[in-house]
Structures are given as structure tokens and as C-alpha cells.
């Protein structure tokens, strides 16, 4: 069982910046095979993914982030952040991180989710 608590959200300007965490609790990143990544869910539209790092540290992003964003972890404090600059009125969502061990196609784990606001 893995446990996701996000944080880091909350309400900025439009090409302001915010860092998102994700403590994940129940196993140590460098102890299992697990894949991690970013998603968002706006009001009235369906989830997306936004950012995916897989457990080699290979990183993938949504064309609409690219360059904004970043995905990284520290292994050492089980920890998954979301860098995001640039931000825009559409990044406006509620963010989730989640977690999948390997060979898994879905994600198994998922946080609460944290709210990200962006204003014009």
C-alpha cells in the first residue's frame, strides 16, 4: 500500500510560479520499481496527465506544460515535487499526484489532490 499526501498548492497570478509535493508513504522509491507522475483535473473537464517520471528518472510531459514545468524527485525523502513556472489561467486545476509499481499500465495510488489557482 502507498499512501500520497500532496501539498504546495494554492492561488497566484498568471506567470507566477508554485511547487507541488507529494510525500508518498508505504515504500521507499529507491527500494521498489515505481513510476510517478503529476495529474490535473479542471471543473467540467476529464483528468490529464500532466507530468510522468518513471522509476530510471526518465521524465515525459503534456505538450501544453512543456517547458513551464518540471518533475522531479528526491529519493531520499520519498518525495515527488511539480516545479511550475509560467503559469497560466489554464493551468487552473486540482492536481494529484500518483504512483504505479512497474509492469502496472494504471495508476494504483493516488493523493487528495491540491488546488491550484491561476489568475489573470
Known amino acids: 500500500q502507498v499512501q500520497l499526501v500532496e501539498s504546495g498548492g494554492g492561488s497566484v497570478q498568471a506567470g507566477g510560479s508554485l511547487r507541488l509535493s507529494c510525500a508518498a508513504y508505504?515504500?521507499?522509491?529507491?527500494?521498489?520499481?515505481?513510476?510517478l507522475g503529476w495529474f490535473r483535473q479542471a471543473p467540467g473537464k476529464e483528468r490529464e496527465g500532466v507530468a510522468q517520471i518513471d522509476s530510471n528518472g526518465k521524465t515525459s510531459y503534456a505538450d501544453s506544460v512543456k517547458g513551464r514545468f518540471a518533475i522531479s524527485k528526491d529519493n531520499a525523502k520519498n518525495t515527488l515535487y511539480l516545479e511550475m513556472n509560467s503559469l497560466k489561467p489554464e493551468d487552473t486545476a486540482m492536481y494529484y499526484c500518483?504512483?504505479?509499481?512497474?509492469?502496472?499500465?494504471?495508476?494504483?495510488?493516488w493523493g487528495q489532490g491540491t488546488q491550484v489557482t491561476v489568475s489573470s
Open positions: 508505504g515504500y521507499g522509491f529507491s527500494r521498489v520499481c515505481i513510476d
Open positions: 500518483a504512483a504505479r509499481f512497474c509492469g502496472n499500465y494504471h495508476y494504483n495510488y
